[in-house]
T-cell receptor, first 115, second 115 residues
Framework: NAGVTQTPKFQVLKTGQSMTLQCAQD?????MYWYRQDPGMGLRLIYY???????DKGEVPNGYNVSRLNKREFSLRLESAAPSQTSVYFC??????????????FGNGTRLTVT | AQSVAQPEDQVNVAEGNPLTVKCTYS??????LFWYVQYPNRGLQFLLK??????LVKGSYGFEAEFNKSQTSFHLKKPSALVSDSALYFC?????????????FGRGTSLIVHP
């Protein structure tokens, strides 16, 4: 099993450009998440999808949109990139968001630089 | 509200020596606690979890963690460190019942094992 797959691995954007980060999981998980990781800030939740057809804002949703395309795929879109969005983005999934004892499974990240 | 703190940004230990990475938490109900490890340029990987029961939890790669309810701590330990254990370690917590289904992550502790 591939687990959680993120594309692309690296991306450089100019301010104002748009892009979509793709994420797919093959573990039949119901819940999916998007985090960003910045030095000294740990992981911050951007958006999550408790189940197919639902999405909710996390801690830092401004400047982002998401789409839960189907049970497997959860994409993150930057409509107009800003330098403050330079970060490493991680997608994660879990069996079910209400399952307290289920760990998250993470992809290997997308390293985004906005100039 | 649930929160977690990792009081050390960095821990240095010599290979072969025991290691401890500290984590303290705050919850209203019962804690569900997790440790994750992140190797360079990779996503987070689940190491171990505490749900209930035995206060000493064993996980992957020889790691274990000790749950202490009175001190609200969940420290990660390993009897003999390896250079390959050098990585970033994250503690996470969920609060049940009534807390957030979304885990709260600490800011991470960089473990450096010296040869």
């Amino acid at each position: 099993n591939a687990g959680v797959t993120q594309t692309p691995k690296f991306q450089v954007l100019k301010t104002g450009q748009s892009m979509t980060l793709q994420c797919a999981q093959d573990m039949n998980h119901n819940s999916m998440y998007w985090y960003r990781q910045d030095p000294g800030m740990g992981l911050r939740l951007i958006y999550y999808s408790a189940s197919e057809g639902t999405t909710d804002k996390g801690e830092v949703p401004n400047g982002y949109n998401v789409s839960r395309l189907n049970k497997r795929e959860f994409s993150l879109r930057l409509e107009s990139a800003a330098p403050s969005q330079t970060s490493v983005y991680f997608c994660a999934s879990s069996v079910d968001w209400s399952s307290y004892n289920s760990p998250l499974h993470f992809g290997n990240g997308t390293r985004l630089t906005v100039t | 509200a649930q929160s977690v703190a990792q009081p050390e940004d960095q821990v240095n230990v010599a290979e072969g020596n025991p290691l401890t990475v500290k984590c303290t938490y705050s919850v209203s109900g019962n804690p569900y606690l997790f440790w994750y490890v992140q190797y360079p340029n990779r996503g987070l990987q689940f190491l171990l979890k505490y749900i209930t029961g035995d206060n000493l939890v064993k996980g992957s790669y020889g790691f274990e963690a000790e749950f202490n309810k009175s001190q609200t701590s969940f420290h990660l330990k390993k009897p003999s460190a390896l250079v390959s254990d050098s990585a970033l370690y994250f503690c996470a917590v969920r609060d049940s019942p009534g807390g957030s289904y979304i885990p709260t992550f600490g800011r991470g502790t960089s473990l450096i094992v010296h040869p």
